[in-house]
C-alpha cells in the first residue's frame, strides 16, 4: 500500500507534501527529522489503518498533540499523528466521583476552564498550559507548578482506552490482584503483556534491583525510562492494598508503547479562594536555593525559581514589561513562594509568617508580597522564561538536554554546587529555571549547536550531567521526558539490567517497533539529526527590510524554538495566531511560518531562497497582526518575514493586479475623490458594486468602503484658518494618513476640533502616505520611498516637545516599526520613533500631566465596549484607548477581550479570505457587539476594525477620539 493509497482510505486527512513535511520536522527541541507524512486521524479506524499500514510498511508513527516536547519526543521519520484536530473532546464528567474522560486533543487549561464551575479542576499545571494537550501530558508525565500540592499526571490517570500496536483496542485501569491473574490468561496481545509484566517483575531480587537504582521514592518527579518502580507497589508484587493499574506505565511512556484514545483523569476540588505570593529576591543562585528547604515547610502550593538571565530576557520582550513590576534592583534570582487560604486573614497570616522567615534566614535582601492579578503576571513572566530564552542573538542558544533533572530536597544545595563546578568546567554560565520546591532544575548551558566543537560538548555536559544525577540518585527527566536527548542515558539511570528489562517489556508492547521508535529504548543518538547542520556555511540572504538586530532574516525564523504559544485559542487572551485560532491548523501557526521559511531559506539550491510555492501557501492566511512580534516569547517577527517573502517572491513571479488594486488603495481614493457622489454609487449599487468585486475578486458579501465628500487636507486649512491666536499647551503636528484623509475624515476633522478644544496647536505638512498598504503587499520598493519621505519631511520638526500623533493605528505605528527596517536615514527615523505616537497614547500622556481633565468632558453616564487595532496591542498599547474613553467621569468603558478582528486590509475584502476573516471575528468580537445593548456605544480605532464590525454585526463603531470629541463641555 502506498502514501495514496493510504490517504483514500481514511476518513481524516494524510499529507505529504514538502511544506507538511517541513512544517512537522521539528517540535520544541533541538531536532530535526523530515518525517514521511503527515496523519490528521479522525477517529479510532483511522489510526487502526495507521498501525496496520506502518506495521506492513516497516515504518513508526510519532504521535503529536501541540508539538511543545522539548526533547525531541516529537520528530521521527515516520509518519506523525496529529489527534490536536479531531480528538479534542470532553467525552464525559462525574461530578460527584470527580473524574472526566477526555480525547488526548483537548487543551489542558480549556479542560479547567470547563471544570472551573463545578469547583473541580486537573492539577498538573505546566509552563504551556494554554496550548498543551491532556495526551501529551499523559505521554510525558507532565507536572508543573502545582506538583508539590497535587502531584503529576501520573498520580491522575485513572484509564486509558488504547489501541496496540496488533490493532487491538485495549482498556488499562485499575485491576485487583485476581483480575490480573485471569487477565495473563488470555489469549490476546493485552493479555500477553500482563502475562510478560508479571513474570519480570514477580522476584523480590527483580524488585530490590529496581527499588535500589532507580530514583529515590521521594522524588515525585521522576520520567526515566518505563516506570516500572510504581506497578511493583501493587498488590500484584507487594502486600500492599494499592491496586495494579497499567496506566501507571503507560504515563510516562512517550507514545512507544500503544496509542491512547481516550483518558479518564482523577480531578481535585479547587484550591483555596485566597492567595499570596511571596517573590524572595536572593544576590545568588547558592542563597536562593538554601532557602528552598525553609520555606516548603510553609505548605507552598508553588514553589518557583528564575535567575537572571530569563529576567533579562524578559526586559526586551513588551509583553513581559508589565509584568516585571514587582522586581525590585538587579536580583541574581527569585524564588515564588505561593501560599493558600480559605479567607483573606488567613492566607496573609501564612505570608507574614513566611516573610519572617525568609527574612531571619538571612539569605534575601527583598520579598515583596504579591496579590490578585500580581500573581498571574509573576507566574506569566515565570512561564514565558523558557521561550524567552529563543531572544538571545545569535547561534548561541540556550540547549534543552540537562533542564529536566531532580533530586531529593536535602540534596538540592550540594547538588547544585557541584552542577555549578562542573559547568565552570566547560566556562558555561548555566541558565537556572527551576520547580525549586520539587527539587527540579531546568539548568541549561549556553552552545552553538552549529559548531562541531560545541555538540561535541553537548554530549559531554549531558554525559557528565547524568552521572551526577545518579550520584544523588536522583531523576534525569523531572516531567520533559527521556524523548532522544536523554534516552541514551537510561542506563547509567537506571542500570543496565532494569534498562534490558524494559526493552523486553517494549518488545512484547511493539514487537515491530512501530510506536515512536528511537525514544525511550533503542534510542536515536543524542546528538545527531540536529536541527541546524553541524558545520554548514551560512547561507547569506540579502533583504529589503533591515533584519540586522536579529543578524540577518534567517536568525530571525530561527528565533522561533518551537514553543508553541502561537496555538493557544481565544479563551485565553491574546491576539496570536488568528489564522489558527480559525483553522486549527499548524499550518497556519506563526511556528510553522517561522519554521517553513527556516527549511527553505536553508535548503533551497534556488538562486532566489524565496522563490517556492510552499512559502506562498504558508503565508498566505497570515493577518500580518503582529502579535507574534510581542506575543511571541521570542518575539518572531512573522509580519516582517511575509513583507519580505512577498518581495522577493513577486520579483521573480510579478505582482498581481489585484494586488498592485490594494496597494495603490490610496491614489485609487484620491481619484474617487474628485467626484465622491459618483464613486459611492458604483460602490454601493447593487449592479456595479457587484460587479467590481467580481473583476477584483472581493469577496461577494463585503460592502465596499465609501469616500468622504471631504478630505482632511482640505479641512485642516479650514481649521488653521480659523483657530484663535492663544497660548497653547504645545504644538503637535497631526500625521495625516491615507486612510484618514480620504475614508474616514470625520475622525480627522474631530481630531482637529477635539485638540484645538484642548489647548493644541496641530498642524499638518504635506506628508507621504505612511506605505501601509504597499507593505502588506511586499511592495517593499515602494513602502521604502514613502518611508524615506516622510523621514525626510519630518526630521527637522518633530522632537519631545513637538511630537507627531496620528489617528490611524496601522499608518502612525508605521514610524515606530516598519521605518526602522525600510529607511535609509536610520538616526533620523529612531529619532522621530522616539516622538510619534498614537494619538490616544498622546491623549494620555498629557492627563498624566494634569493637562487635560475630566471636568472638560460631559458627566453624562455613558457604557462603551471597545475594541483595539492589533498594530496597537503589538507595538504600542490599547490601555491609552481606554484610559482616554474613561476620561469623562461617568463613562464606564471595558475592552472586549477579542484579540484580531479578522479585516487585516483587503485580507477580509479577498474572496478566498472571507470565509477565514469571518470565524475570525466571530470567535469573541462578534458576540460581545452582538450582546451589547443598543445603547452600548461600540468603539474601535482601526478603520478596518470598525468595517469588519459593521458587516459582521451591523452596528456602527466610533473612533474613541469621536467619542471623546462628542463628550466636550465647549
Do not use: W
Not at 5 to 24: H, P, T, V
Not at 44 to 65: C, Y
Not at 483 to 503: S, W
Not at 709 to 723: D, F, G, P
Request: aromatic content about 8%; glycine content about 6%; proline content about 3%.
Amino acid at each position: 500500500m502506498t502514501l495514496a493509497d493510504l490517504k483514500s482510505e481514511l476518513s481524516g486527512e494524510l499529507l505529504f507534501d514538502n511544506l507538511s513535511k517541513s512544517i512537522y520536522a521539528t517540535d520544541a527541541s533541538v531536532y530535526r527529522m523530515l518525517p514521511m507524512a503527515v496523519a490528521y486521524p479522525k477517529d479510532k479506524e483511522d489510526i487502526k489503518k495507521l498501525i496496520s499500514f506502518a506495521k506492513s510498511n516497516n515504518t513508526t508513527l510519532i504521535p503529536r498533540t501541540a508539538g511543545t516536547s522539548l526533547a525531541g519526543q516529537c520528530v521521527g521519520k515516520g509518519i506523525v499523528v496529529d489527534v490536536s484536530k479531531y480528538f479534542t473532546k470532553i467525552i464525559a464528567f462525574n461530578k460527584e466521583e470527580q473524574t472526566v474522560t477526555v480525547q488526548p486533543g483537548v487543551v489542558r487549561d480549556a479542560l479547567n476552564n470547563f471544570l472551573k464551575p463545578h469547583g473541580l479542576f486537573f492539577g498538573p499545571n505546566t509552563s504551556t498550559s494554554n496550548r498543551c494537550m491532556i495526551g501529551g501530558m499523559v505521554g510525558n508525565n507532565s507536572s508543573g507548578t502545582t506538583s508539590i500540592q497535587y502531584g503529576v499526571t501520573r498520580d491522575k490517570v485513572l484509564q486509558l482506552e488504547t489501541i496496540l500496536s496488533d490493532g487491538s483496542e485495549a482498556v488499562f485501569g485499575e485491576l485487583t490482584s485476581d483480575n490480573f491473574k485471569k487477565k495473563i490468561t488470555e489469549n490476546t496481545l493485552e493479555g500477553k503483556i500482563c502475562k510478560s509484566i508479571y513474570e519480570e517483575l514477580k522476584q523480590d531480587k527483580v524488585k530490590n534491583r529496581i527499588i535500589e537504582n532507580f530514583p529515590k521514592p521521594e522524588i515525585h518527579r521522576r520520567n526515566t525510562g518505563y516506570a516500572i518502580d510504581e506497578l511493583i507497589k501493587s498488590n500484584v508484587f507487594s502486600e500492599t492494598p494499592e491496586k495494579f493499574n497499567m496506566c501507571k506505565l503507560l504515563s510516562g511512556s512517550e507514545g512507544t508503547l500503544a496509542f491512547s484514545t481516550e483518558i479518564t483523569l482523577k480531578l481535585d476540588k479547587l484550591p483555596p479562594s485566597e492567595a499570596i505570593m511571596v517573590a524572595a529576591h536572593f544576590d545568588s543562585i547558592e542563597n536562593c536555593l538554601s532557602a528552598v528547604e525553609l520555606t516548603m515547610k510553609y505548605n507552598l502550593f508553588n514553589c518557583e525559581m528564575m535567575d537572571k538571565t530569563i529576567l533579562d530576557c524578559t526586559k526586551q520582550n513588551k509583553t513581559q514589561e508589565e509584568n516585571r513590576a514587582f522586581i525590585e534592583g538587579d536580583p541574581k534570582a527569585i524564588l515564588m513562594c505561593e501560599v493558600r487560604g480559605n479567607s483573606v486573614v488567613e492566607v496573609e497570616a501564612l505570608g507574614l509568617a513566611l516573610v519572617e522567615a525568609i527574612k531571619t534566614s538571612n539569605l534575601s535582601y527583598a520579598y515583596p508580597l504579591l496579590i490578585g492579578d500580581d500573581i498571574q503576571k509573576a507566574n506569566n513572566l515565570r512561564s514565558a522564561g523558557l521561550g524567552l530564552l529563543g531572544n538571545m542573538i545569535g547561534d548561541k542558544k540556550s540547549a534543552a538536554c540537562i533542564e529536566d533533572t531532580a533530586v531529593a530536597l536535602p540534596d538540592l544545595a550540594n547538588y547544585i554546587a557541584e552542577f555549578t563546578a562542573l559547568m565552570k568546567g566547560y566556562n558555561q554560565d548555566a541558565i537556572y529555571y527551576a520547580h525549586a520546591g520539587a527539587g527540579e532544575l531546568h539548568l541549561r548551558p549556553i552552545l552553538n549547536l552549529k559548531k562541531a566543537e560545541d555538540v561535541v560538548l553537548f554530549r559531554k555536559i549531558t554525559t557528565d550531567v547524568a552521572n551526577l544525577v545518579k550520584k544523588y540518585n536522583g531523576s534525569m527527566s523531572g516531567e520533559h521526558g527521556d524523548g532522544i536527548v536523554r534516552a541514551e542515558f537510561i542506563p547509567i539511570m537506571i542500570g543496565e539490567e532494569n534498562y534490558q528489562l524494559i526493552k523486553r517489556i517494549k518488545s512484547v508492547f511493539d514487537p515491530n517497533n512501530i510506536f515512536n521508535q528511537g525514544k525511550i529504548v533503542d534510542a536515536f543518538p543524542m546528538d545527531q539529526a540536529l536541527r541546524y547542520e553541524v558545520g554548514r556555511k551560512e547561507p547569506e540572504i540579502k533583504t529589503m527590510l533591515d533584519f540586522s538586530k536579529s543578524q540577518g532574516i534567517l536568525r530571525e525564523t530561527e528565533k522561533c524554538n518551537g514553543s508553541g504559544d502561537c496555538r493557544k485559542l481565544p479563551e485565553f487572551g491574546g491576539t496570536m495566531c488568528p489564522s489558527y485560532r480559525a483553522t486549527r491548523n499548524e499550518k497556519d501557526t506563526t511556528r510553522a511560518r517561522a519554521n517553513a521559511l527556516r527549511e527553505f531559506l536553508t535548503n533551497s539550491d534556488k538562486e532566489n531562497k524565496f522563490d517556492h510555492e510552499e512559502l506562498k501557501s504558508v503565508f498566505d492566511l497570515c493577518l500580518s497582526c503582529k502579535a507574534c512580534a510581542s506575543e511571541c516569547p521570542s518575539s518572531v517577527d512573522v509580519a516582517s518575514l511575509k513583507a519580505e517573502f512577498q518581495y522577493q517572491y513577486q520579483k521573480e513571479h510579478g505582482i498581481p493586479f489585484r494586488t498592485k488594486l490594494f496597494a495603490y488603495n490610496n491614489q485609487l481614493n484620491k481619484l474617487g475623490s474628485v467626484a465622491p457622489s459618483v464613486t459611492n454609487f458604483m460602490f454601493s449599487n447593487r449592479f456595479t458594486s457587484s460587479t467590481l468585486k467580481k473583476v477584483f475578486g472581493i469577496a461577494p458579501e463585503r460592502t465596499l468602503p465609501l469616500i468622504s465628500s471631504k478630505n482632511l487636507e482640505k479641512e485642516y486649512k479650514i481649521h488653521s484658518k480659523t483657530r484663535t491666536s492663544k497660548r497653547y499647551i504645545k504644538t503637535v503636528y497631526l500625521y495625516n494618513d491615507e486612510f484618514t484623509n480620504y475614508l474616514d475624515t470625520e475622525v480627522g476633522v474631530d481630531a482637529l476640533e477635539l485638540l484645538n478644544a484642548l489647548n493644541y496647536k496641530v498642524e499638518m505638512v504635506a506628508n507621504e502616505e505612511s506605505g501601509r498598504t504597499f507593505l502588506s503587499k511586499g511592495l517593499l520598493e515602494q513602502a521604502k520611498k514613502a518611508a524615506n519621505k516622510n523621514i525626510n519631511i519630518f526630521k527637522n520638526i518633530i522632537s519631545e516637545n513637538t511630537p507627531l500623533i496620528g489617528i490611524e493605528p496601522s499608518a502612525i505605528l508605521t514610524f515606530k516599526d516598519e521605518y526602522l527596517k525600510l529607511a535609509d536615514d536610520k538616526i533620523s527615523a529612531e529619532s522621530i520613533a522616539k516622538s510619534t505616537f498614537l494619538i490616544e497614547a498622546f491623549i494620555q500622556k498629557e492627563i498624566e500631566l494634569g493637562n487635560i481633565k475630566a471636568e472638560q468632558f460631559t458627566s453624562e453616564a455613558k457604557t462603551i465596549k471597545f475594541h483595539g487595532h492589533c498594530h496597537q496591542k503589538s507595538d504600542s498599547n490599547q490601555l491609552s484607548s481606554f484610559t482616554v474613553l474613561n476620561l469623562p467621569k461617568n463613562y464606564k468603558v471595558t475592552i472586549i477581550p477579542s484579540g484580531c478582528c479578522g479585516m487585516a486590509g483587503s485580507f477580509g475584502y479577498e474572496k478566498e479570505h472571507y470565509s477565514v476573516s469571518m470565524q475570525i471575528g466571530e470567535q469573541t468580537l462578534f458576540p460581545a457587539i452582538k450582546k451589547a445593548a443598543v445603547e452600548t456605544v461600540i468603539s474601535a480605532n482601526g478603520t478596518s476594525c470598525r468595517h469588519q464590525i459593521k458587516d459582521g454585526t451591523g452596528r456602527v463603531a466610533k473612533h474613541p477620539i469621536s467619542v471623546l470629541r462628542e463628550a466636550l463641555l465647549y
